[in-house]
């Protein structure tokens, strides 16, 4: 005998684009997403007895996406995802949870002359602004928002000594590094009670992700690190100081290592040590360093 342990179903990949015309200056605004949204309920019968009755086909999810976004605020996407997740639980009785994950891709108002041009925009970086949301029946809303895809280098400034030495170690310690990184960063908001909470709120997301990316840059840059680990939890820390709704703050940061060259072999040249100017960039293996920095007095008052 065997019984469906879990499931969930929906439409992923639903690419959205947006514009906002601002009649009086003229000046355009866009927001291209790429939404997927998961439903969970009372669908066992669908998997187990072919049961189609208690199906919203995926193919209306994906009409509802359009249709919201064309009814609602897609900015911020925290207020969206929160919108379009409570429609499914509100409209369908047998429906108790959605699952709503939002990529923001990074158009930027594109500088022409030195001017904010009205309506051209560059995608500078594969960096995107993504957030989950899962409305829960019963539960309310829980928001996760996220930086992914923020590529980072530091010349000098990094240092990484004073690490384990044992006959597994062949690492030279260094107070002088090249440091690289491909920012993963999300940060947990405490648990909404629904959408009404969430409107409430809607003015701190924006500026929370802001801040989030100015503290994660200005770190970066200007801690001499002692280790990616000791970095990143510094700019946790200042997230959480930032954001007095947020009760988490998680880093995954790869360290996209770059390996000196000796170049001796050629008529003695020197390339390493003070002298090193041309380096290997390494594809892998890299390391991964991981931590979440949680509020030590609990959670934060309102
Ligand atoms: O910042 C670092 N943390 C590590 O844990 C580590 N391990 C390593 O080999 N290099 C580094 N760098």
Redesign the pocket.
């Known amino acids: 005998m065997s019984t469906l342990a879990a499931a969930r179903y929906g439409k992923d990949n639903v690419r959205v684009y947006k514009v906002h015309r601002d009649e009086k200056t003229g000046e355009q605004s866009v927001c291209e997403m790429t939404v997927c949204v998961l439903l969970e309920g009372d669908i066992e019968t669908s998997y187990t007895k072919a049961d189609n009755s208690v199906v919203v086909a995926t193919d209306s999810i994906k009409n509802t996406i359009y249709i919201t976004a064309k009814q609602q605020p897609v900015n911020p996407p925290e207020l969206f995802g929160s919108i379009l997740g409570t429609h499914f639980i509100q409209k369908y009785s047998h429906i108790h949870a959605a699952h709503v994950h939002i990529v923001t891709h990074r158009w930027v108002r594109m500088q022409v002359d030195g001017k904010p041009h009205p309506h051209s925009f560059v995608k500078d970086s594969p960096e995107t602004r993504d957030v989950q949301v899962d409305v829960v029946e019963g539960k309310g809303i829980s928001i996760n928002s996220s930086i992914q895809g923020l590529t980072v280098l530091k010349s000098t400034g990094s240092q990484?000594w004073g690490?384990v030495r044992d006959e597994y170690t062949t690492?030279k310690e260094t107070w002088d590094r090249i440091l690289s990184t491909d920012v993963a960063a999300n940060w947990q908001w405490r648990q909404f009670t629904g959408l009404a909470e969430v409107r409430t709120h809607a003015d701190k997301f924006n500026p929370a992700w802001e801040a989030a990316r100015a503290i994660t840059l200005k770190t970066f840059a200007e801690d001499n690190?002692a280790?990616?680990?000791a970095t990143m939890y510094l700019m946790g820390e200042k997230i959480l100081a930032a954001a007095p709704l947020v009760d988490t703050v998680e880093y995954a940061l790869p360290?996209n290592h770059y390996f000196e060259v000796d170049l001796s072999w050629h008529k003695g040249t020197k390339n390493t040590g003070k002298d090193a100017e041309v380096y290997a960039p390494q594809s892998n293996p890299n390391?991964l360093?991981k931590c979440t920095v949680g509020r030590s007095g609990g959670k934060p008052k309102l």
Request: net charge neutral; aromatic share 20%; no cysteine.
């Open positions: 990484f690490f690492l690190s280790s990616v680990q360290n390391g360093i």
